[in-house]
């Protein structure tokens, strides 16, 4: 069974910098979701974005270990023109 | 993969401004995901839709081929956009109509 703060500490490692957000959707600790900003997005199409994210974690969605983990990334702009939340 | 696969999907998706791989057909999407995402992508034109259930060399080719682990998968004008929640995201963000049109490369 996972933490959220082990999910999001994998993030930041791989995404040095970034604001990272993670929610255990479901409290079974397998299924989580992530919201992540990061000057890293920048320029790429979401899919990239998503895949940069899913590395960090990549051995954890193998095992099954992390069944699911849903993604919400953002550029520090995109996040920004959301305005507060 | 074999070479031949590959030359099918890139002749499906080069052929095509939508492609949507997904379980089951336009008339009946058998999951949830593939159902959600043809609806999704249906407003903007005509959707290319092939069932990777019809074939199992292609429901597990498709995922080689974009290194993405889930179906349904979404392709726009050449490029692979992603899978159900990607594009519920760029729908969500009024990103999609743009993806379509061509009018931005990326977001």
Not at chain 1, 5 to 12: F, K, N, Q
Not at chain 2, 50 to 65: F, P, T
Request: glycine share 8%; with cysteine.
């Amino acid at each position: 069974m996972l933490k959220a703060e082990r999910i999001r500490e994998r993030i930041l490692g791989a995404l040095p910098g970034s604001e990272v957000q993670v929610n255990d959707t479901t409290g079974t600790g397998d299924h989580f979701e992530a919201y992540v900003v990061s000057t890293a997005f920048a320029g790429k199409p979401m899919v990239q974005q998503h895949k940069l994210v899913y590395a960090a974690v990549q051995d954890w969605l193998q095992t099954g270990e992390l069944h699911a983990l849903a993604l919400k990334t953002y550029t520090p702009e995109q996040w920004k023109k959301l305005g507060p939340r | 993969m074999t070479p031949e696969l590959k030359a099918r999907f890139d002749e499906e998706i080069r052929s095509h401004k939508i492609v949507l791989f997904m379980k089951g057909n336009a008339l009946f999407p058998q999951c949830g995901f593939s159902a959600r995402a043809l609806q999704l992508l249906q407003p903007y034109g005509q959707v290319h839709t092939v069932d990777v259930l019809a074939d199992a060399e292609v429901r597990q080719g498709i995922k080689d081929y974009t290194n993405w682990p889930t179906i349904p998968q979404i392709f726009i004008n050449g490029e692979f956009v992603g899978g159900s929640d990607i594009l519920m995201e760029l729908a969500e963000r009024g990103e999609l109509a743009e993806l379509v049109s061509g009018k931005k490369a990326e977001g």
